[in-house]
């Protein structure tokens, strides 16, 4: 080898030794600085996907008898043409049995015409076992802190991409969920995980979940349950919701 291609493969060296050395930059949740996905436009919205044999139903377009609101009474969001639609102000509902690890389907609309931008436009979110949200929002032509893009691990982990459809367009997620577990002294044996499909395009790649969700604060565990209701949260926007289905694991 020539002394001047030596040289270069020397610089190339050091370059790589000195990249490896810099501090990864870590941010605060919810930081605006932190960068966001990319856009991708997914493929266009096909008809609801089936549920299979094996699913249990959750919404079938027809009636909230799986699901309850606050205090476990009745839930007030309406029913109408295979949807259901947040009642602003009515607050969440969950479902009337626990999961634990599971795969699950679910369908969203957000209004149209949209109104607010960042968080006030288009947001609810689904919450694992109650705790572990994965973000709702109308990120078409809307931006907002990166760990608050819908399809992220809410505060944690922004989405590998922005795959949203235009408002009032029907979307999908396909969420793989394994529980965390706790060893006898309330302490994280293994932390939970989830995977996500959003339209079709992977958003979460088995990623560790850090704790519970809050907002702008640092995640935190708290020992629960092995299974726990899934809850669709009220966000003060009528967002509209179908075709929800669950597979346990």
């Known amino acids: ?28 949740p919810n930081a605006p600085d932190k960068p966001k996905p990319p856009t991708v436009t997914p493929a ?10 094996d699913a249990i139903v959750l919404f079938d377009g027809k009636d909230l008898s799986q699901w309850a609101g606050q205090d476990s009474a009745a839930p007030k969001w309406i029913v109408r043409d295979g949807y259901m639609e947040v009642m602003p102000g009515s607050g969440a509902i969950h479902t009337r049995r626990g999961f634990g690890d599971v795969q699950l389907h679910v369908e ?100 560790v979940i850090t704790g519970w969700t809050v907002h702008n604060q640092v995640a935190r565990y708290r020992s629960h349950e092995d299974k726990l209701p899934l809850t669709l949260q009220d966000h003060e926007n009528a967002m509209r919701f179908r075709n929800v289905w669950v597979r346990e694991l």
């Open 44 to 53: 266009p919205a096909g008809a609801p996907v089936p549920a299979p044999a």
């Open 108 to 207: 969203f609309s957000t209004p149209t015409p949209p109104k607010g931008e960042s968080q006030e436009r288009g947001n609810s979110g689904v919450f694992l076992m109650g705790h572990y949200e994965i973000q709702v929002l109308d990120n078409y032509d809307n931006p907002t802190y990166a760990d608050g893009y819908s399809a992220a691990v809410y505060g944690q982990t922004p989405p590998l991409v922005n795959a949203a459809r235009p408002p009032g367009q029907w979307q999908t997620y396909d969420i793989v969920f394994h529980r965390p577990h706790f060893k006898a002294d309330g302490s994280v044996e293994t932390p939970a995980r989830v995977t996500v499909f959003w339209n079709g395009m992977l958003a979460q790649d088995n990623t």
């Open 1 to 28: 080898m020539s002394a001047s291609r030596i040289a270069i493969a020397l610089s190339l060296l050091a370059t790589s030794i000195i990249s490896a050395q810099q501090p990864v930059k870590t941010y605060p």
